[in-house]
């Protein structure tokens, strides 16, 4: 898989919306599970969800369910994360990659890879 570019960030007041958006380049998008993940100011990086490469399954850490979705557009190349009823503690870098994935028990989990090429990324910030 080729790079991956993030882009629809920006600055919203709480209980906003925006849409982000992860087009890749190059090849085996479609058969890769992919995730968005976000860094906050002097935080570690942390999954926020993730989706397998059907679109049939998906992960969403527990501070962003019902309020986060994320979808994909394989002939697109792009994976999306709806974000609504922001929160001022949503404020963060966000970034898109690649992951690994399993299930637990039925779940649908994911993991970051120990060596992931990160993007630019896409900075929201949510005000209050």
């Known amino acids: 898989q080729g790079s991956l570019v993030e882009s629809g960030g920006g600055s919203v007041q709480a209980g906003g919306s925006l849409r982000l958006s992860c087009t890749a380049s190059?090849?085996?998008?479609?058969?890769?599970?992919m995730g968005w993940f976000r860094q906050g100011s002097e935080k570690e990086r942390e999954i926020v969800s993730c989706?397998?490469?059907?679109?049939?399954?998906?992960f969403y850490r527990d501070s962003v369910k019902g309020r986060f979705t994320i979808s994909r557009d394989n002939a697109k190349n792009t994976v999306y994360l709806q974000m609504e009823r922001l929160k001022p503690e949503d404020t963060a870098m966000y970034y898109c990659?690649?992951?690994?994935?399993?299930?637990?028990?039925?779940?649908?989990?994911?993991?970051?890879?120990?060596?992931?090429?990160w993007g630019q990324g896409t900075q929201v910030n949510v005000s209050s």
């Open positions: 990659a690649s992951v690994g994935e399993f299930y637990d028990g039925g779940r649908y989990h994911c993991i970051q890879y120990q060596y992931t090429d």
């Open positions: 989706i397998n490469w059907s679109g049939g399954s998906s």
């Open positions: 190059g090849r085996g998008f479609n058969d890769t599970a």
